[in-house]
């Protein structure tokens, strides 16, 4: 992977010119902007309930969901209502939630898959055995899935988390479900769909000629970026480089208010 450093922002992606972007960005029937949360608007920390955007980013939003024929659309790993009653995040906002699996239309109304009843119990059983374990604290459990996380951790104890339910999930895993690793965690879930899926359904329904682009910061963002690619463009939100297919690397948070405001300020010119 070759990096460019540009003002700041680093190319990971030669072909790509950032001034022809935000030119198209002016004039396009729908502007997009598409946007994980945890990693990308917000700093990880180390209680996932407390959950504060980065300061100014809410503000910033608002003023791009305010100009004309602009729409903002959040693409979350969290559940759909969690980001809905929770987050500290502007009204308007799209979102689609447990990795695009779910979905809040218009008027509040979720969307979503019915579980079998089995599996429910199946994860049920799965998410006490983990509290018995004693790591309740570090388990999320999900609409379609079940989360371990071990941010915070010294590498003995994460390692020992991570062997330990690696294997078990590995084995165990049933039918239908997928594991899904994370920045220092892991996910077994409902397959068959995920980010790229959201936006690829977000791009479909917009009419007219569309600038998009996907920001994102973790591995599960990747499916996002795959899907945009030649469509749009995708970011990379986070302190350090890894491989991705994203076109574009922002480091948070001074990086990500720049490039918001030249999104904000395209819309306007």
Same mark, same amino acid.
């Given at each position: 992977?070759?990096?460019?450093?540009?003002?700041?922002?680093?190319?990971?992606?030669? !072909?790509?010119?950032?001034? $022809?972007?935000?030119?198209?960005?002016?004039?396009?029937?729908?502007?997009?902007?598409?946007?994980?949360?945890?990693?990308?608007?917000?700093?990880?920390?180390? %209680?996932?309930?407390?959950v504060r955007v980065y300061p100014g980013v809410a503000d910033r939003l608002r003023s791009i969901l305010e100009a004309p024929r602009s729409n903002v659309v959040l693409v979350s790993?969290? #559940?759909?209502?969690?980001?809905?009653?929770?987050?500290?995040?502007?009204?308007?906002?799209? /979102? *689609? &939630?447990?990795?695009?699996?779910?979905?809040?239309?218009?008027? &509040?109304?979720?969307? =979503?898959?019915?579980? #079998?009843?089995?599996?429910?119990?199946?994860? %049920?059983?799965?998410?006490?055995? /983990? @509290?018995?374990?004693? *790591?309740?604290?570090?388990?999320?459990? $999900?609409?379609?899935?079940?989360?371990?996380?071990?941010?915070?951790?010294?590498?003995?104890?994460?390692?020992?988390? @991570?062997?330990?339910?690696?294997?078990?999930?590995?084995?165990?895993?049933? #039918?239908?479900? !997928?594991?899904?690793? +994370? %920045? @220092?965690?892991?996910?077994?879930?409902?397959? =068959?769909?995920? $980010? &790229?899926?959201?936006?690829?359904?977000?791009?479909? !329904?917009?009419? &007219?000629?569309?600038?998009?682009?996907?920001?994102?910061?973790d591995l599960t963002d990747e499916d996002a970026f795959r899907a945009i690619q030649g469509k749009g463009l995708g970011v990379l939100v986070r302190r350090a480089?890894?491989?991705?297919?994203?076109?574009?690397?922002? @480091? #948070?948070? %001074?990086?990500?208010?720049? +490039?918001?405001?030249?999104?904000?300020?395209?819309?306007?010119?």
């Amino acid at each position: 992977m070759h990096v460019v450093q540009v003002l700041a922002m680093r190319f990971l992606n030669s !072909e790509l010119n950032l001034e $022809k972007f935000f030119q198209r960005l002016r004039r396009a029937d729908a502007r997009i902007l598409l946007l994980d949360f945890d990693g990308t608007l917000a700093p990880f920390g180390s %209680d996932r309930r407390d959950v504060r955007v980065y300061p100014g980013v809410a503000d910033r939003l608002r003023s791009i969901l305010e100009a004309p024929r602009s729409n903002v659309v959040l693409v979350s790993g969290r #559940p759909a209502l969690d980001l809905v009653t929770r987050l500290p995040l502007p009204a308007g906002l799209a /979102i *689609w &939630g447990s990795h695009g699996i779910e979905r809040v239309r218009d008027g &509040g109304r979720l969307e =979503g898959l019915e579980l #079998p009843r089995a599996t429910r119990a199946a994860l %049920d059983d799965e998410a006490a055995r /983990i @509290e018995a374990r004693g *790591w309740g604290e570090r388990l999320e459990r $999900k609409p379609y899935g079940i989360a371990v996380h071990w941010r915070g951790l010294n590498a003995e104890a994460a390692a020992l988390i @991570e062997t330990e339910i690696a294997g078990r999930w590995a084995r165990l895993r049933p #039918p239908g479900f !997928e594991l899904h690793p +994370f %920045d @220092e965690g892991l996910e077994l879930r409902v397959g =068959g769909r995920d $980010k &790229g899926d959201a936006v690829r359904a977000v791009l479909a !329904e917009s009419g &007219g000629e569309v600038a998009a682009a996907y920001l994102g910061d973790d591995l599960t963002d990747e499916d996002a970026f795959r899907a945009i690619q030649g469509k749009g463009l995708g970011v990379l939100v986070r302190r350090a480089l890894r491989e991705t297919a994203a076109d574009l690397w922002l @480091e #948070p948070p %001074d990086e990500l208010h720049a +490039f918001l405001e030249r999104w904000q300020e395209s819309l306007w010119a």
